[in-house]
């Protein structure tokens, strides 16, 4: 079946396998299905809405509205909602059920539930079991650690995205069980590893790309198993030391120059069209231990799943964006951040351990059967964080789908303004129907974030008119984080004084200033890193460009000219194989 983009008008296809998988996800009460349509919205599209609801790295500070003791928030103060420190908010100290009330029926849903979002407390960040890691978020068992995202059981790791089980790292990028690596991407059980990318089981190496094994490198792609490797180079153990000793110590510009040297002698070698290992009909890239996963992305273990992201453990699920975990999650659709054992969850956000839940932000403790439902914990059958027995819930949920269903959706944010201002023309104000509400994923007026706070910004950059003009907020930065830089940073690490942790630097390329903290100076001094003139939002930004855009192109194997869905371009400068061809020239 093919359908039409309502966002931006391209085409694209729903299956005989998407319609399959929509008829057994579809809620089911007083044994009647209720279908779930097939999505108005393209894959990119889905993910770009998904990610809209993801703030991984912007944190304010501001008060816990029921303490006012003062905490770090992925919430700005100018949020409507309360928000509560995380063990206030997990305590029994506040009651989510006393917000509330009666569905009403002579109004849209999403209307309703946008009110309920605006009164329900929040918590302040995605943080559990942390010691001295207070700037972190979607973090949990980190020890002294700052600004890491998305990470769990590390060590002393700063500036960081996507790690885990990690000691001692800074500036990294989806990382497992690393230790003393810096400025590295995709790298795991890899030791004193810097600006390298896609590695594993290496150490004590410079600019590696696709190295597995290797030890004592420099600027050296496809390698396996090698030791005194220079530019792919095999050298003696007194050649190769005397070739790198000049690289031990170097400016900011002379490391950049050689970063930037590297990337350009890798493209020389040819790329396998995938990242990933023990798969089984699989596409996508970046999976591992994973069967029957089609448009997959930073994956493990999955099973039957389509359009999933930063997963791990799903089991039939489609269009989902973030975690899994060890207990994952199975028989759920157009989600954001579900795991930890979820179940038959629908159109939800932030649902951890629990089953049965629709249209729900929050929820989590084993909570089941929910509909529309904000913050619960350990709670069954309510319905706008109102409860109700289940032979009531059983009774009223069918009557809210079927409101839905025949309430139809505007599309465009200012269709509605535009046409009761009389401001535009009459083919600019009317709206394209969409579906009815059932069936949709939350409208973009219900995101707590502005489009630029949020991953979305990465993988679907916008400026702020676009971001606005698709109907997202967009947020501002404060004036105050662009001060002038009044302080002269040191060519070389060992010229760098202690006070440098006490002054304000300002980054290059967006001029936000930015400040080195006392564990950060001390990893550049023992490793002999110059200090970065650019702030980590910027480092984090260029490591990102090195990864490939998550969308699949048909093209064929450079070697045996064999068919191959790749995230390479075919109008790319980089020469791709497929797995059977590049094994043969990995070395």
């Known amino acids: 079946m093919e359908k039409t983009c309502t966002q931006c008008q391209s085409s694209f296809e729903v299956t005989q396998e998407d319609l399959d998988f929509l008829g057994r996800v579809s809620p089911i009460f007083n044994e009647k299905k209720y279908s779930i349509p097939t999505p108005t919205l393209c894959v990119d599209c889905r993910h770009q809405d998904r990610q809209a609801w993801r703030n991984e790295r912007v944190l304010y500070k501001r008060k816990c509205s029921a303490t006012g003791k003062p905490i770090i928030s992925v919430y700005s103060e100018d949020k409507p ?16 059920l006393s917000y509330g009330r009666d569905f009403d029926f002579t109004r849209p849903f999403f209307e309703q539930f946008k009110e309920l979002t605006n009164i329900v407390p929040q918590i302040a960040r995605s943080a559990l079991s942390n010691e001295n890691s207070d700037y972190v978020n979607q973090a949990g068992w980190c020890r002294n650690c700052y600004l890491i995202f998305e990470a769990d059981h590390n060590e002393n790791c700063l500036y960081s995205s996507y790690i885990y089980d990690s000691k001692f790292c800074m500036d990294m990028t989806m990382a497992s069980k690393c230790q003393l690596c810096y400025e590295s991407i995709d790298c795991e059980n890899c030791y004193n590893l810097k600006f390298s990318q896609n590695c594993k089981n290496s150490s004590d190496s410079w600019f590696l790309k ?71 009909d699989v596409s996508g890239n970046y999976i591992s231990s994973s069967k029957n996963c089609h448009d997959c992305y930073d994956i493990n273990n999955c099973w039957d799943c389509k359009n999933v992201t930063n997963s791990r453990f799903m089991k039939n699920c489609h269009d989902i964006t973030v975690f ?98 009389g401001s535009a023309s009459s083919s600019e104000t009317e709206p394209k129907i969409e579906n009815g509400e059932f069936g949709e994923f939350f409208p973009k007026e219900l995101t707590p974030y502005s489009y630029n706070e949020t991953v979305a910004q990465d993988y679907y950059p916008l400026s702020k008119e676009d971001a606005i003009k698709k109907g997202y907020t967009w947020r501002d930065p404060a004036k105050r984080d662009y001060l002038p ?20 630097l300002a980054c ?16 550049y001094k023992k490793q002999l890193l110059p200090i970065p003139n650019d702030c980590h939002d910027c480092r984090h930004k260029n490591r990102f460009n090195l990864r490939n855009q998550r969308h699949l192109y048909k093209r064929n194997c450079q070697k045996c000219n064999i068919g191959i869905e790749t995230t390479f371009k075919e109008d790319s400068d980089i020469v791709v194989y497929c797995e059977k061809c590049y094994m043969e020239v990995t070395e």
């Open 81 to 96: 909602f309360p928000v509560y420190e995380n063990d206030y908010w997990h305590s029994d100290k506040w009651d989510a």
């Open 210 to 280: 696709n190295c597995i094994g290797c030890k004592n490198c420099y600027g050296c792609v496809n390698l396996r198993n090698k030791e005194y490797f220079f530019l792919n180079e095999k050298l003696d153990k007194e050649s190769y030391e005397k070739k790198v000793a000049a690289f031990k110590k170097m400016s900011i510009k002379s490391l950049k120059q050689a970063h930037a040297s590297f990337l350009n002698f890798a493209k020389k070698f040819p790329q396998k069209f995938m990242e990933g290992h023990q798969n089984e």
């Open 324 to 421: 899994g975990s060890l207990e994952g999650a199975e028989v759920c659709y157009y989600c954001h951040e579900i795991g930890a054992g979820t179940k038959n969850v629908i159109f939800s956000d932030q649902i951890i351990s629990c089953y049965n839940i629709n249209y729900s932000k929050a929820c989590l403790s084993n909570s089941h059967d929910l509909f529309g439902c904000i913050g619960l914990k350990h709670k069954s059958y309510c319905i706008l964080n109102k409860q109700y027995s289940e032979k009531e819930y059983n009774e009223l949920v069918p009557k809210i789908i079927a409101h839905m269903e025949k309430n139809e959706r505007a599309h465009g944010a200012s269709a509605q303004v535009e046409r009761e201002s």
């Open 485 to 504: 830089q009044t302080y002269v940073v040191p060519e070389y690490i060992d010229e760098v004084k202690p006070d440098i942790t006490a002054q304000i």
């Open 508 to 523: 290059e390329i967006c001029k936000k200033n930015y400040k080195i903290t006392e564990e950060e100076l001390n990893f």
